[in-house]
């Protein structure tokens, strides 16, 4: 197995740009993941992200979930468990508007930290979004247009945290699933590793690297890409020595954005023959999402194929 892609951005506007467009290109269509450092966001910042994110799982959160643990009894769990994640977690909102003030046992402190990390996230989920173009051949600005709907695109965190789990073998820290929206941004734990994605049949570990943003592709950009690159899944295998930290943040499109195929990526002989990913509103693949996230992402997309939502032809501007 080759080695999990790291790329630096550090040279993205000088003399190493056309190397790492193919790093990009190369980790999109074959992995669906790779891991950016040198990507503008200040160590500073994020040691102060990570630093008030475990304080707060640990004063917040931590007595929380292990009585939540013990009251459904899956700390002396015999077989395995299907049905649930070991985690403890809460969510974010930034975009279209944020709910930061609103989520409560945050300190100060940790709110304004946590918008300030989130606008440099937002600023490079859309350079990342625009060297995608640019390697797809898409006029510069055609996926932040494409996410952008009536309001302007959904933004999110979900900060989770993985427990010290006493049985790895029976019970998943996050079951096997591709993410449903746009771009992925991680800030993951440099210390406690789990994050696995499946390539070619295998799990396979995205290495734990301090200050780095682990990035995949969701469902949308396989759908807007007509399958040029695809979303992949990954699971989070549970750990028996400490707590892994995990801020993931959701570059996704407007709830009424209308998702589909790019005219341009689109083949005609893949259209002749009905051979293209269906079309349809971001806010209702969500709701067909939610109850299936954890199965095969192909029988969502033929869902929509097979309903035949009439939402007009594809624009080609």
């Not at 020595?241 to 407007?254: E, H, K, Q």
């Not at 002749?272 to 939610?290: I, S, T």
Request: one cysteine or more; proline letters at 5%; charged letters at 30%.
């Amino acid at each position: 197995m080759e080695n999990f892609p790291i790329i630096s951005l550090e040279k993205i506007n000088g003399e190493e740009r056309k190397v790492t467009m193919e790093k990009i290109k190369d980790a999109c269509e074959n992995w669906g993941f790779f891991e950016l450092v040198n990507h503008g966001i200040p160590h500073d910042l994020m040691d102060t992200v990570e630093r008030l994110t475990k304080d707060h799982y640990r004063k917040c959160m931590e007595q929380r979930f292990k009585d939540l643990m013990a009251s459904k009894g899956l700390d002396a769990v015999q077989t395995e468990v299907k049905d649930m994640d070991w985690e403890s977690t809460f969510f974010l909102r930034h975009l279209p508007v944020s709910n930061i003030s609103e989520v409560p046992d945050l300190s100060d402190e940790y709110r304004k930290v946590m918008k300030e990390f989130a606008l440099k996230l937002e600023k490079l989920a859309e350079e990342l979004l625009d060297l995608l173009c640019e390697n797809l051949g898409l006029e510069k600005g055609y996926l932040k247009k494409a996410f952008y709907g009536s309001k302007g695109p959904t933004f999110g965190t979900k900060v989770a945290n993985y427990p010290h789990c006493p049985k790895p073998d029976l019970v998943k820290g996050l079951r096997a699933h591709t993410d449903a929206g746009g771009i992925i941004l991680l800030f993951q734990d440099d210390k406690v590793s789990g994050l696995q994605l499946l390539k070619d049949g295998q799990w396979v570990d995205v290495p734990p690297m301090r200050h780095s943003i682990v990035i995949n592709l969701g469902d949308q950009l396989e759908v807007i890409t007509n399958g040029k690159y695809k979303s992949v899944e990954h699971r989070v295998i549970a750990q028996t020595d400490g707590t892994r930290m995990s801020i993931a943040s959701f570059y996704n499109p407007g709830s009424d954005a209308v998702i589909y195929p790019a005219p341009a990526l689109v083949e005609k002989e893949a259209e002749e023959k009905n051979q293209v990913y269906p079309k349809f509103v971001f806010e209702d693949y969500m709701k067909l999402y939610a109850g299936l996230k954890f199965q095969a992402k192909e029988p969502r997309f033929e869902a929509f194929k097979a309903s035949n939502v009439n939402l007009g032809p594809i624009a080609t501007a």
